[in-house]
């Protein structure tokens, strides 16, 4: 706001000195206020010298109206809460970015339960089938990143742990890459559908894209944050 008593000072004939200040004012106000409320002290010792040149340059026989000046401080005055509102916009808007950071950084290295599938490279994999409750009879279906079947075998309708070996039945390891599961439900000698089953995979990264937090798995496997449907400490298992 250094340049409103010079804009006062270089006003037109046309216009009065009341309407140069509250113009010159509004015009600074606008272009500084989103410096923050650190400025209104000063921005306030600025505008006090710009009502002393109006004072002292305006016309004795025809002097500027009282109201005029109670009109230049309402001015002020509403600038002064615009900035304070927006510094408690902006600050409302950082603690939240930073409330949400911290949380992204508390998944990291953290073991997520989804349904995505998982990463294979020899060793086993826990799985966690999720058997329709009308089923008499379950099977794991394994496919591999193309979506080709690669292996099926029978389950119990227990929902209890499998721990897939990925071997073929003639013991032949699986090429290592990305796996999805999923089991297949039958009642009678009919297919009922599918179920998911779910998996435990290290959390390596967490993003927030387009307001949408997304994890990173093991793999480069990508999972909404919405989809976990649990946590663990892999130093615990």
């Known amino acids: 706001m250094t340049d409103i008593i010079s804009a006062l000072s270089s006003s037109t004939s046309g216009t009065s000195t009341s309407q140069a200040a509250a113009e010159a004012f509004s015009q600074a106000a606008a272009s500084d206020g989103s410096s923050g409320s650190t400025k209104l002290s000063t921005d306030f010792q600025t505008f006090l010298e710009m009502l002393t040149a109006q004072m002292q340059n305006q016309d004795p026989l025809n002097p500027i109206d009282s109201s005029e000046y109670a009109s230049q ?72 990143d193309a979506g080709a079947e690669v292996q099926r075998q029978k389950i119990g309708l227990d929902g209890e742990t499998v721990d897939w070996a990925g071997v073929d039945t003639g013991g032949l390891p699986f090429a290592d890459g990305f796996y999805t599961f999923e089991v297949e439900n039958h009642a009678g000698g009919s297919l009922l559908g599918t179920t998911p089953v779910e998996t435990y995979a290290n959390v390596v990264e967490a993003q927030i894209y387009n307001g949408t937090t997304i994890l990173i798995l093991e793999g480069g496997v990508q999972v909404l944050a919405s989809d976990v449907t649990a946590l663990r400490n892999p130093t615990q298992t």
């Open 73 to 144: 401080l309402a001015a002020f005055s509403s600038v002064e809460q615009q900035v304070l509102t927006n510094d408690l916009l902006t600050a409302l808007f950082q603690q939240n970015s930073d409330s949400s950071m911290t949380q992204l950084a508390s998944w990291v290295g953290m073991d997520a339960r989804t349904s995505a599938g998982a990463n294979f490279s020899g060793a086993p994999i826990s799985l966690s089938p999720l058997p329709a409750k009308l089923a008499d009879e379950a099977w794991l279906v394994v496919r591999d």
